[in-house]
């Protein structure tokens, strides 16, 4: 809890503008579908290198850090068709990264483990790597655990980054004013530590990638 309070207070003091890419966490929990952390207002085309096609596809990246709990953030879609990309980068070497996406009825869409290959921020293809086209417009939400299909454990950190053709509702809320960080402060997450443990590598979710 001090580390994500730490870290929003800093975002605050060093934010610059109002649609910057990384943005923090927020102190309380957001570990259900009611109580995920909103990231609309955040998408930008900032060049990134560590997303592909940052500079013609919208993207906020979410710099997350385990409490024992899931990880939950919610996001609007704003035409059906469109698709987005969630991709974990420096998970690995001490999260074995697990995703899954919710519609807000709580309907499981999709669960996905590995991206079975590396791709920029990554070194190593446990971290995890989805494609999805939704088929309406509306809010959903994707949830950040760990292998296979359990809550991060304490101390577990990650950056999501969130790419989408059309995103919905991208206007800032006021609370998230003080959460927008500087691309400058992913650096410091980008070491790679080792890992605690892991289990062997999934296929990718058939049709996604």
Not at 47 to 67: E, K, M, Q, W, Y
Not at 117 to 146: E, H, I
Not at 147 to 164: F, H, W
Request: net charge negative; hydrophobic share 40%; with cysteine.
């Amino acid at each position: 809890m001090l580390n994500k309070i730490s870290f929003a207070l800093a975002s605050l003091l060093l934010a610059g503008a109002a649609h910057a890419t990384l943005i923090g966490e927020i102190a309380t929990n957001h570990d259900t579908i009611a109580t995920a952390q909103n990231v609309n207002g955040s998408f930008s085309t900032d060049a990134d290198a560590n997303i592909l096609n940052s500079t013609t596809i919208p993207h906020v990246s979410i710099r997350g850090t385990g409490d024992g709990t899931w990880d939950m953030y919610r996001f609007s879609v704003g035409t059906g068709g469109s698709t987005a990309t969630f991709d974990i980068d420096y998970g690995m070497y001490d999260l074995d990264s697990y995703l899954k996406l919710f519609a807000m009825d709580g309907t499981l869409l999709v669960q996905h483990d590995d991206g079975g290959a590396t791709d920029p921020g990554s070194a190593s293809g446990w971290d995890s790597l989805l494609n999805y086209t939704f088929a309406g417009a509306g809010d959903y939400v994707v949830a950040v655990g760990r292998c296979c299909s359990a809550p991060l454990t304490r101390g577990q950190d990650y950056v999501l980054n969130i790419s989408l053709a059309n995103p919905g509702n991208n206007v800032p809320e006021p609370g998230l004013l003080g959460l927008l960080g500087l691309r400058g402060l992913r650096g410091r997450w980008g070491r790679q530590r080792r890992r605690l443990g892991r289990c062997s590598p999934g296929p990718v979710v058939a049709g996604l990638r």
